[in-house]
């Protein structure tokens, strides 16, 4: 079959005809039917050996929809046939932080003595969704999607989730008076907008450098867009009870400090490498917080693909064959993707291609490694 694999670290990734995966024990094989593209891939992309504890070469994706299309021996087969998107924080289930339904912040998946990431999941360690096929470790890394269109249900996984646990965590200050402010209104702050209005928040206004993403804000539900926070300082009525950043340069991150209200919360989820130093003598509102939170659990999962298949939440998302991952990577990195990237495999049969056409590209990528 035909994955997308990083093979080196600090270069682009490549596509390769690689073998379609056997499921064992609790394993349930999924034929993937689309896969987002994250700007986290490219973090991974960049760094040095010794930032992550993942093996290579690795199939990247880690927002998956797809299809179960086969059962190890001891998996519960019930899943056979289900339309599913998987949630990517592959956790112990076991830590006190699973046991309190915050798999996203698991213990198990701390950084390694040495400093280095622990594999996390599904194209963060463990090959990803980038590919015709591929194996999740039990169905409980699973969430039904029903009719819901692959390309929609695929950035539910990391954008969808992230995006609402981000909102959640600070349900008890979204209310009819509250001002929200969205930094990025990209492939996760597009999804929060949606998600604000859906808690309730009085006043949305978004934050966008790029003048083709405000109109985008706008008919999402902001009630304003602007180009940078400063213009948006006379419409919040003495600062925003909560702002969402989800740039996170140093820039972003500062300027939001300063447009909190009393009380007021900063939620940095952005990881563009900005840093805030925050204390109680440096002159931020009276009364602030600070949060930087990492994913979202497998009920936030659930919750937004709930959204999605009640047409309350809206996927901005462009489909591009999976050939054309690496030219796609390109543009991601460029800034010139509006939403969401997704990628769309060529279908398999239970252990081949279906189609002539895939096989002839799987041929020709064999011919290019080698194999």
């Not at 990517?88 to 699973?98: D, L």
């Not at 039990?138 to 969808?160: C, E, N």
Request: proline letters at 5%; one cysteine or more.
């Amino acid at each position: 079959m035909l994955a997308v694999q990083l093979t080196e670290w600090g270069c682009e990734p490549q596509l390769r005809a690689v073998a379609v995966p056997e499921p064992r024990g609790a394993e349930l094989l999924l034929q993937v039917t689309a896969a987002g593209l994250c700007r986290s891939d490219l973090h991974v992309m960049d760094a040095a050996e010794s930032s992550f504890d993942y093996p290579l070469p690795l199939t990247l994706g880690h927002e998956v929809a797809g299809t179960v299309i086969d059962a190890g021996p001891d998996a519960d087969r019930s899943w056979l046939g289900e339309a599913v998107v998987v949630h990517g924080i592959w956790s112990c289930g076991h830590c006190r932080n699973c046991a309190r339904g915050r798999e996203n912040y698991c213990m198990t998946l701390r950084p390694r003595a040495d400093g280095r990431l622990a594999p996390i999941g599904n194209g963060l360690g463990h090959h990803g969704g980038l590919a015709q096929a591929m194996v999740v470790p039990s169905a409980r890394y699973l969430v039904r999607t029903g009719d819901l269109a692959p390309a929609v249900a695929a950035p539910l996984a990391d954008a969808g989730a992230t995006a609402y646990h981000a909102v959640r965590q600070h349900a008890d200050v979204i209310d009819e008076s509250a001002i929200c402010v969205v930094i990025g209104v990209g492939g996760l702050g597009h999804l929060a907008i949606q998600i604000l209005r859906h808690f309730g928040a009085g006043r949305i206004l978004a934050v966008d450098n790029r003048p083709e993403t405000r109109p985008v804000a706008l008919q999402l539900g902001s009630d304003a867009a602007f180009a940078d926070l400063t213009a948006a300082i006379p419409a919040l009525d003495g600062g925003a009870d909560l702002i969402l950043d989800f740039v996170g340069t140093s820039d972003t991150m500062e300027s939001a400090a300063r447009a909190l209200a009393p009380g007021g919360r900063l939620v940095v989820v952005g990881s563009a490498g900005g840093g805030l130093a925050v204390g109680k003598h440096i002159g931020l509102a009276s009364g602030w917080q600070v949060n930087a939170p990492f994913w979202g659990a497998r009920s936030d999962l659930e919750a937004v693909v709930a959204l999605a298949i009640n047409e309350k939440l809206h996927v901005e998302a462009t489909t591009y064959p999976l050939t054309d991952a690496v030219a796609i990577y390109r543009r991601l990195r460029a800034g010139t993707v509006t939403g969401r990237a997704v990628l769309v495999p060529p279908l398999l049969t239970s252990h081949g291609p279906q189609h002539a056409e895939a096989s002839r590209q799987i041929s020709n990528v064999a011919r290019e490694v080698g194999r």
